[in-house]
């Protein structure tokens, strides 16, 4: 059998909330809710597979203090090709982007304006990875510092070339 290479991410920063167990629990979250759009969005869009990598909290043994940013990691399946950004949780959208931009819209819709996500990446825009997503509902801390809730959605909006 082929091995399998996983790839395992951790935020290089100096503050400690940002690599702590509940932020990267966080970005678990996110990227589970963003598969299940994605599941969702491949059914009514026929041909158009698109799936987020699954991704599970790592803690890593032994001493940890010689690398304070790989006490705890997220890792992922190794997703080899030529990785794109197709949106971003700002005002971005890439050039040629028709169908990221259609998923994000797509979330929008599926989840009654609730949820947006966001921060497309990924490979041809069918196996995907590190998402964000934005709530409509002030102060909802559950896909972390990512969400830029209303104005994030609004500012998707202003850039979105929508094609129905």
């Not at 997703?79 to 197709?86: E, M, T």
């Not at 934005?134 to 801390?141: A, G, K, L, Q, T």
Request: proline share 4%.
């Amino acid at each position: 059998t082929d091995d399998i290479k996983l790839v395992a991410k951790a935020y290089k920063c100096e503050e400690e909330w940002c690599r702590s167990v509940v932020t990267l629990e966080k970005d678990c979250l996110t990227q589970a809710y963003a598969g299940h759009f994605a599941r969702e969005f491949s059914k009514r869009v026929p041909g158009n597979l698109m799936q987020f990598l699954p991704l599970r909290l790592m803690k890593v043994l032994g001493n940890s203090q010689k690398n304070k940013y790989l006490q705890q990691a997220t890792v992922e399946q190794f997703l080899p090709g030529r990785y794109a950004k197709y949106t971003n949780n700002m005002c971005y959208v890439s050039p040629n982007s028709e169908l990221a931009q259609a998923f994000c819209h797509f979330t929008w819709h599926f989840s009654l304006g609730d949820l947006m996500v966001a921060d497309i990446q990924g490979v041809d825009t069918s196996v995907l990875t590190d998402p964000q997503i934005h709530s409509s509902v002030p102060h909802d801390d559950r896909f972390g510092c990512g969400n830029r809730g209303l104005e994030g959605m609004d500012n998707f909006f202003m850039v979105h070339q929508c094609g129905e």
